[in-house]
């Protein structure tokens, strides 16, 4: 007679010696898949939102240096590059979601401050582009 658990006598080999089914392969890569793929959606939106908030930077400190400029000179600078050559700003920045220095400046319609000489020259800058949105619609390139 055999043992128990054994039939004919050979013994009975257990469901981890036989290793995976293809279903079960199947259902994992699938798992694997979709996890991947969500995790890339969210590091490409992670991308846009860092580089929206280094664009929102660049301008805070780019108006700043005009603001600057213009109450310690008494007129606002002609251009973005004057910034740079009177030493207030390192260099202008390259705007960080289209890599190229295509920032939009504004001219002055009014005077910052009593002591100001003239209103010629730039007292605004913005982003040069549309992709001014991040997803949830907040519009960081009029700030």
Known sequence: MAP?????????????SRGFTLLELMIVIAIIIILASIGAGRYQESLKTAKLAAQQKDLSVMREAIQRYTEDKGVPPSSLDDLQTAGYIGSIPLDPVTHQ?????????ELFSADQTSS???????????QTQSSDNQDYGSN
């Open 4 to 16: 128990h658990g054994h039939r004919d006598g050979r013994i009975r080999r257990g469901r981890a």
């Open 101 to 109: 220095r295509d920032w939009v400046t504004q001219p002055c319609d």
């Open 120 to 130: 010629d020259g730039i007292c605004d800058v913005q982003v040069g582009t549309d």
